[in-house]
């Protein structure tokens, strides 16, 4: 019996041990369709471990494996043929004030890690529209929110703990590990299972929101960076007709219970009257985040949709591209040139940004970027036809697609998008040599 057998044999006999106190015992009641229900997983065999030893046990158990969050990837980035680990049993929450972070288990969706350590007087400096998603899903993909001075989640990231291949358990932080913790952080699943990780915390801050409709582009060609950095965060929605954004978010913070008068106009928009959906007046925006100028907890105003709501419109696929801020305004005009073949599909455009930062794997990777984000209608075939002309225009301003989203941009192009990409190769070598983690998706898209 070779090495890697005896591994595996012996994390055989300590899954049964596992299983029979059903502490990690497979389990039947998880979707095998993502959240959205237009991706459908390939297996049906999926582990939810509550323990770093289970995670281990699990891995060991089977010969490929995936890590699975809250399943809200709209390509094959989770998927597997083999087995998959939810990690929604690890949601364990330990605040430490004096170092100002708090160590969270990666299956903690955003949202109830927000209110745990708003209760304790402290926030996350950011948060994606969707409070649903996975802390270690959402840091996996460099999954962000917006803001012209606010990176993405990920680089709150000061430890990750993971599970690798071979079933031990790596911790590698931003002061100890310089040289590999940039590769680590935004890894895509590729090291290992993610148990916990450390985040950077900030005394919690009240936001106000604000809605104004019908921002002409034009204004865009000068103020672009001007009116993105108007608040904390903002963010455009446009279905792409008629020269305009159809609304723009604006997300103040406010300071010691400071009142804001909202003015009528902005950039030549107008202040809305009532609460509205992104998608547009015709969609009921009940779940949506409140507007209007009320101030509320940062964790109730920096997403765009409520916790305890279904977000979105439910039923869609979601495409996303990140070109570089200075390009900003000719990759919008450059899209906008695709308008009618576009908008028969859209549900709706976002455009937000996302200061830069320095991992490896990062969308924002050493770019201050502005991210064109498309919710379609589950209409695949189409999107899929449409896809190559959208990249095709953005060509110019070499875009990186979100890793869990769905593009159609070849390996190569990818490769030549990611100056790091040959050392995560490496990294990821180190810690899964024979590629357990590599599912299709991985092979075709990052791999060597």
């Known amino acids: 019996m070779d090495r890697r ?3 595996r044999a012996t994390a055989a006999v300590a899954a049964t041990s596992m299983l029979n106190n059903s502490t990690f015992a497979e389990i039947t009641n998880v979707p095998r369709e993502n959240w959205s229900g237009t991706y459908h997983f390939h297996t ?10 289970d995670v281990a046990a699990a891995i060991g158990s089977v010969k490929e494996v995936r890590a699975l969050g809250t399943r809200h990837s709209f ?3 989770a998927d597997s043929t083999s087995a998959q680990i939810s990690t929604l049993g690890l949601k364990d929450v330990q605040v430490n004030a004096a170092e100002h972070t708090v160590k969270a288990g990666g299956g903690i ?4 890690l927000a209110e745990i350590i708003d209760k304790q ?3 996350l400096h950011n948060l994606p529209s969707l409070p649903h998603i996975s802390l ?3 840091i996996s993909t460099a999954t962000h929110g917006s803001g012209v001075k606010n990176g993405n989640i990920s680089t709150a990231i000061r430890e990750v703990e993971f599970v690798s291949a071979d079933g031990k358990l790596h911790t590698l932080s931003r002061a100890k590990d310089a040289d590999t913790f940039p590769g680590a952080v935004v890894a895509l699943g590729a090291l290992g299972v993610i148990t916990n990780l450390t985040v950077d915390l900030h005394p919690r801050f009240d936001v106000a929101q604000s809605v104004y409709e019908n921002l002409s582009f034009d204004q865009l060609q000068h103020n672009l960076v001007d009116i993105m950095g108007a608040a904390y965060s903002v963010s455009l929605f446009t279905h792409w007709q008629n020269n305009r954004a159809d609304q723009v978010w604006i997300k103040r913070r406010v300071e010691n219970g400071e009142n804001h008068q909202l003015p009528e106009m902005f950039y030549g928009a107008t202040l809305a009257k009532k609460k509205l959906h992104p998608a547009g007046p015709q969609m009921d925006a009940t779940g949506c985040t409140e507007q209007g100028g009320s101030i509320g907890p940062w964790y109730e105003r920096l997403p765009h949709f409520k916790l305890a709501f279904t977000p979105s419109s439910g039923h869609e696929i979601q495409t996303e591209y990140f070109v570089p801020l200075e390009h900003g305004y000719e990759a919008i005009r450059a899209v906008e040139t695709l308008r009618d073949r576009i908008t028969p599909h859209l549900i709706v455009t976002e455009v937000r940004t996302i200061a830069a930062d320095d991992l490896w794997m990062s969308m924002a990777y050493q770019r201050p970027s502005l991210a064109i984000h498309f919710t379609w209608k589950p209409e695949e075939a189409a999107i899929l036809d449409v896809l190559p002309a959208i990249e095709a225009k953005l060509a110019p301003f070499h875009p990186r697609p979100h890793w869990a989203k ?7 192009e990818i490769t030549a998008r990611y100056p790091r990409l040959n050392d995560f190769r490496t990294l990821v070598k180190k810690y899964d040599p024979n590629g357990e983690f590599a599912n299709d998706f991985m092979k075709k898209s990052v791999l060597a």
Do not use: H, Y
Not at 44 to 53: C, E, L
Not at 109 to 112: D, P
Not at 406 to 412: G, Y
């Open 5 to 7: 057998d005896f591994i």
């Open 44 to 53: 049906n065999k999926v582990f939810q471990p509550r323990t770093a030893a």
């Open 75 to 77: 390509n094959g980035i």
């Open 109 to 112: 969706r955003l949202g109830e």
């Open 121 to 123: 007087g402290w926030a």
């Open 136 to 138: 270690a899903g959402c």
């Open 406 to 412: 769905v593009f159609t941009l070849p390996k190569q």
